[in-house]
């Protein structure tokens, strides 16, 4: 499944409601999951990996005389469905490129991942697991601290100290930090 904004009028705060209704997607799926766990099955598995985005793209009515749909396409189309592709390999339920996180407004909680780059590009694109739109609890703000602690270090190549920093951070949060 696409949401976008911005057409076919200007929507300014764009990132803001693909952030919010990315959270609120993966709220409701976990009212589904508990709600629906014991009765249907295999819903109690039931997961959705979303990425998000902000970049320019071309929207409109687009395709040939016997076949027409209003849709979006563009590199940030294609950046999108790369970041959603990954959150099974990152364990997020919500991935966001560093372009929608930097047009954010303050608070929401987020962590920096990783920076990738996509085929065909020769820039790095900042990942970010947007985890909520509040402060971070104490045990939280304890384990992504250390996170953060160990991502300097992984980018240097200074995996030792990546790793030490990454454990604290998974002892800490008692999860998959």
């Known amino acids: 499944m696409i949401a976008f904004w911005g057409a076919p009028l200007p929507v300014e705060d764009h990132p803001l409601a693909a952030a919010e209704a990315a959270l609120n997607m993966q709220e409701e799926v976990a ?8 009765s249907v099955p295999g819903m109690d598995r ?8 902000s970049g320019e793209v071309s929207v409109g009515n687009m395709g040939s005389e016997l076949r027409v749909d209003y849709t979006v396409i563009g590199d940030g189309v294609n950046l999108c469905a790369r970041i959603e592709s990954l959150t099974k390999k990152y364990g997020a339920a919500v ?9 954010l407004p303050e608070g929401f909680l987020w962590r920096e991942l ?7 590009k020769t820039s790095g694109v ?27 270090a992984y980018k240097a190549g200074r995996w ?4 030490a920093a990454f454990a604290k951070s998974y002892q800490l949060s008692g999860d998959d930090a």
């Open 31 to 38: 009212r589904l999951r508990e709600g629906l766990g014991d």
């Open 46 to 53: 039931l997961k959705i990996g979303i990425g998000i985005h």
């Open 95 to 103: 991935l966001a490129s560093g372009d929608l996180i930097d047009r």
């Open 114 to 120: 990783d920076e990738i780059r996509v085929k065909g």
């Open 126 to 152: 900042r990942l970010f697991e947007l985890l909520g739109r509040r402060e971070a609890t104490p045990e939280e703000k304890g384990w992504l601290d250390a996170y953060a602690a160990g991502l300097p």
């Open 160 to 163: 030792d100290e990546a790793e």
